[in-house]
C-alpha cells in the first residue's frame, strides 16, 4: 500500500477499527490503490452504522484512476437493501469474511409482488464494483420462488471470496463483463442466471434442496440475441450438492423439451464424479468441447480480463488451466 493510502489510514480516529480496515486491505493485497476508506460497524464505533450510508457518501463518476472508495464493513447482520448505483464507480466493499459480514433481506415475488428484478438484496450497477470476504443473502425461502440475492449489472466487476445465500434466482448476472473467484453460490432453482459474460473460477456451487415439485437447474442464460457475446463460463470450480440435498435421497430427471434446440451447453475436460460424458443428454445444444473451443470462455477472450482484472487485486488465470 503507498504511503499516500497509509495516510488515508491514519485520518481516522477510531484506532481499533483503523487498523482492522487498514489489516483488512493489507491482508487482501497490498498493491490495491485506495483513494479513501469508510468503516461501517453497527456499535456505532465506525464511520457509519449501514452499509447505505457509507454508499451515499461515496464519489459520484470516478474513473478509477486514483483508486477506489473503500468501504470496509466489519463483521455483522446488516439487514438491509443496497443499491450501488450507475454513478457510484470503482467502490470497493471489504468484510470480515464470509458468514461473518452478512447483507440479508427476503424480498421475494411470490408473496411480496416484486419482480423478480427488484426482490434483490443487493444490486450493482456501478462500473468497476469489488466486493470481497462478504455474505449476500435472500432468506425468502424455496417456498416463495423467484427472490434474488445479488443483481449484478455492472461492467466490470470482481466478488472475490463471497458467498450469495438463497433458493430460486439467488444470483442475477444481469449484464456486462463480471468475475466470480473462490466464491460460494447455493440455490435451487436457476440460481445463476441472467445475460451477463460472467466468469467463474475455483469457487463452489451447491445446490439445495428443491420444493416437492421443482428440480436442480443450476444455471439459465437470458441471451435472446445470438450476436451477443454473453454465457456463464465455469472454470475449475465444483459441483456438489449442500447438506439438505446430499442427505435427501431426492432426484428428479428433466422432462418437455423447452429450449433444447436454442441452447448451447459445452463441457471441457471436466474430472471427479459425474465428469464421464458417456451419458450425457442428447439436446442438439450440448457438446463436448476441445480447448481451441473452450479458450474462447476464459478470462482473457471472454471478457478481455487482462485489461482490468489486475488492478482488482483478485488472483486469477487468463487462460485455460
Given at each position: 500500500?503507498?504511503?499516500?493510502?497509509?495516510?488515508?489510514?491514519?485520518?481516522?480516529?477510531?484506532?481499533?477499527?483503523?487498523?482492522?480496515?487498514?489489516?483488512?486491505?493489507?491482508?487482501?493485497?497490498?498493491?490495491?490503490?485506495?483513494?479513501?476508506?469508510?468503516?461501517?460497524?453497527?456499535?456505532?464505533?465506525?464511520?457509519?452504522?449501514?452499509?447505505?450510508?457509507?454508499?451515499?457518501?461515496?464519489?459520484?463518476?470516478?474513473?478509477?484512476?486514483?483508486?477506489?472508495?473503500l468501504i470496509y464493513i466489519t463483521a455483522g447482520v446488516y439487514e438491509e437493501y443496497v443499491s450501488i448505483a450507475k454513478n457510484k464507480k470503482y467502490l470497493m466493499m471489504i468484510g470480515d469474511g464470509i458468514n461473518q459480514t452478512i447483507i440479508t433481506g427476503n424480498h421475494s415475488y411470490n408473496v411480496d409482488g416484486?419482480?423478480?428484478?427488484?426482490?434483490?438484496?443487493?444490486?450493482?450497477?456501478?462500473?468497476?464494483?469489488?466486493?470481497?470476504?462478504?455474505?449476500?443473502?435472500?432468506?425468502?425461502?424455496?417456498?416463495?420462488?423467484?427472490?434474488?440475492?445479488?443483481?449484478?449489472?455492472?461492467?466490470?466487476?470482481?466478488?472475490?471470496?463471497?458467498?450469495?445465500?438463497g433458493y430460486q434466482d439467488t444470483l442475477y448476472v444481469h449484464s456486462l463483463r463480471q468475475f466470480y473467484r473462490e466464491c460460494d453460490i447455493y440455490g435451487t432453482v436457476d440460481f445463476i442466471f441472467g445475460n451477463a459474460a460472467a466468469v467463474f473460477q475455483n469457487s463452489n456451487i451447491y445446490p439445495k434442496l428443491?420444493?416437492?415439485?421443482?428440480?436442480?437447474?443450476?444455471?439459465?442464460?437470458?441471451?435472446?440475441?445470438?450476436?451477443?457475446?454473453?454465457?456463464?463460463?465455469?472454470?475449475?470450480?465444483?459441483?456438489?450438492?449442500?447438506?439438505?440435498?446430499?442427505?435427501?435421497?431426492?432426484?428428479?430427471?428433466?422432462?418437455?423439451?423447452?429450449?433444447?434446440?436454442?441452447?448451447?451447453?459445452?463441457?471441457?475436460?471436466?474430472?471427479?464424479?459425474?465428469?464421464?460424458?458417456?451419458?450425457?443428454?442428447?439436446?442438439?445444444?450440448?457438446?463436448?468441447?476441445?480447448?481451441?473451443?473452450?479458450?474462447?470462455?476464459?478470462?482473457?477472450?471472454?471478457?478481455?480480463?487482462?485489461?482490468?482484472?489486475?488492478?482488482?487485486?483478485?488472483?486469477?488465470?487468463?487462460?485455460?488451466?
Open positions: 500500500m503507498s504511503e499516500r493510502n497509509r495516510a488515508i489510514f491514519e485520518t481516522i480516529s477510531r484506532r481499533k477499527l483503523q487498523q482492522q480496515a487498514a489489516d483488512q486491505v493489507l491482508e487482501y493485497d497490498d498493491h490495491v490503490k485506495v483513494s479513501d476508506v469508510v468503516i461501517v460497524s453497527q456499535d456505532g464505533s465506525g464511520n457509519f452504522s449501514t452499509v447505505n450510508d457509507a454508499v451515499a457518501i461515496a464519489p459520484n463518476n470516478t474513473d478509477g484512476s486514483t483508486g477506489y472508495f416484486y419482480t423478480t428484478f427488484n426482490s434483490s438484496t443487493f444490486v450493482v450497477v456501478g462500473q468497476g464494483f469489488v466486493a470481497v470476504n462478504l455474505t449476500f443473502q435472500n432468506t425468502a425461502g424455496a417456498i416463495n420462488h423467484q427472490a434474488v440475492a445479488v443483481r449484478n449489472g455492472a461492467d466490470l466487476s470482481t466478488f472475490y471470496s463471497c458467498s450469495f445465500q428443491p420444493l416437492q415439485n421443482q428440480f436442480n437447474a443450476i444455471t439459465a442464460q437470458g441471451r435472446t440475441d445470438p450476436n451477443q457475446n454473453t454465457g456463464i463460463s465455469i472454470q475449475n470450480c465444483t459441483v456438489k450438492p449442500a447438506d439438505d440435498l446430499k442427505f435427501s435421497n431426492r432426484w428428479r430427471e428433466w422432462s418437455g423439451d423447452f429450449a433444447l434446440n436454442t441452447s448451447y451447453y459445452a463441457e471441457f475436460n471436466n474430472t471427479g464424479p459425474g465428469s464421464n460424458t458417456s451419458g450425457r443428454v442428447t439436446w442438439p445444444g450440448f457438446h463436448v468441447i476441445d480447448a481451441a473451443d473452450a479458450a474462447n470462455f476464459t478470462v482473457s477472450s471472454f471478457l478481455l480480463g487482462d485489461n482490468w482484472l489486475p488492478q482488482t487485486g483478485v488472483p486469477y488465470f487468463s487462460g485455460l488451466l
